[in-house]
């Protein structure tokens, strides 16, 4: 299985994908504090124009929650945009036929869907952190980050949502034979979830509330709010990498 760890890893650098990945996530960390430093210059710079169409600008006011603002709106982007380029991990091969030696020498097809899992699961955890941290890194030098409540725990809660959702593209990648139907089945589930959840008596109970981490921060929320939709997400991750594994197992390779 490391063998096969090693090999994957390899592919992602062989294909450029990890050093994309992590250029994006670098630039999202360094642009969330950067943005909210900025809003006042650009502020100031369409003052004159607004001003003439009637509107009124009064004194923005830039800290550390305005910096978390901009990072809980485009970390989204960052785990669409990596769900995107990671769609075909598993279809690429189906295609080439390149796992058909692989089972052929001996390693067992739940070997080979933990391995990528592991991978999935493994390059999220970094990217994430990595975005986090800069953010946080930054945050702390201009700013003050203990005007933000539960902080680390926002930061979970997403880190959570987004394995929910990798583990969605696992089973679709375990059934589906192309990346876009991949692509398809993980967007239709992730946004059937969504408006789901914009039903108050619902939301509580689904993964998508782990998103508002900004609730968290601004103290509209406490941590055991979100201890339940954390367990159905981790609850549904297991649940789709059972059906993965079960899949696969049946997969014409």
């Given at each position: 299985m490391m063998a096969f760890l090693k090999k994957e890893w390899m592919e992602?650098?062989?294909t450029g994908r990890v050093w994309m990945l992590l250029l994006i996530?670098?630039?999202?960390g360094i642009m969330n504090p950067a943005m909210a430093k900025l809003t006042p210059w650009m502020m100031e710079m369409m003052s004159d124009s607004l001003a003439d169409a009637g509107f009124l600008l009064t004194d923005v006011k830039i800290d550390a929650m305005s910096s978390w603002t901009q990072f809980y709106k485009n970390i989204p982007i960052?785990?669409?945009i990596y769900v995107l380029m990671c769609s075909g991990i598993f279809t690429t091969e189906y295609q080439r036929g390149t796992l058909i030696p692989v089972v052929t020498k001996g390693l067992s097809r739940g070997k080979i869907?933990?391995?990528?899992?592991?991978m999935l699961f493994g390059m999220w955890t970094v990217l994430y952190t990595l975005c986090y941290g800069i953010t946080y890194g930054y945050n702390a030098y201009f700013w003050d980050n203990s005007i933000a409540e539960h902080l680390w725990f926002g930061a979970a809660c997403y880190w959570g949502f987004g394995i929910w959702v990798i583990a969605v593209l696992i089973l679709f990648s375990a059934i589906c034979d192309s990346n876009t139907q991949v692509l398809l089945g993980t967007g239709a589930i992730a946004l059937g979830v969504y408006f789901i959840g914009m039903f108050p008596r619902l939301q509580d109970y689904l993964p998508t509330k782990l998103m508002d981490g900004m609730t968290l921060l601004q103290g509209g929320?406490?941590?055991?709010?979100?201890?339940?939709?954390l367990a159905v997400a981790v609850g549904m991750a297991v649940l789709c990498l059972v059906m993965s594994c079960i899949c696969f197992h049946k997969k014409q390779l």
């Amino acid at each position: 299985m490391m063998a096969f760890l090693k090999k994957e890893w390899m592919e992602l650098i062989r294909t450029g994908r990890v050093w994309m990945l992590l250029l994006i996530f670098i630039l999202f960390g360094i642009m969330n504090p950067a943005m909210a430093k900025l809003t006042p210059w650009m502020m100031e710079m369409m003052s004159d124009s607004l001003a003439d169409a009637g509107f009124l600008l009064t004194d923005v006011k830039i800290d550390a929650m305005s910096s978390w603002t901009q990072f809980y709106k485009n970390i989204p982007i960052g785990l669409i945009i990596y769900v995107l380029m990671c769609s075909g991990i598993f279809t690429t091969e189906y295609q080439r036929g390149t796992l058909i030696p692989v089972v052929t020498k001996g390693l067992s097809r739940g070997k080979i869907l933990l391995a990528k899992a592991v991978m999935l699961f493994g390059m999220w955890t970094v990217l994430y952190t990595l975005c986090y941290g800069i953010t946080y890194g930054y945050n702390a030098y201009f700013w003050d980050n203990s005007i933000a409540e539960h902080l680390w725990f926002g930061a979970a809660c997403y880190w959570g949502f987004g394995i929910w959702v990798i583990a969605v593209l696992i089973l679709f990648s375990a059934i589906c034979d192309s990346n876009t139907q991949v692509l398809l089945g993980t967007g239709a589930i992730a946004l059937g979830v969504y408006f789901i959840g914009m039903f108050p008596r619902l939301q509580d109970y689904l993964p998508t509330k782990l998103m508002d981490g900004m609730t968290l921060l601004q103290g509209g929320a406490k941590p055991e709010d979100y201890y339940v939709s954390l367990a159905v997400a981790v609850g549904m991750a297991v649940l789709c990498l059972v059906m993965s594994c079960i899949c696969f197992h049946k997969k014409q390779l």
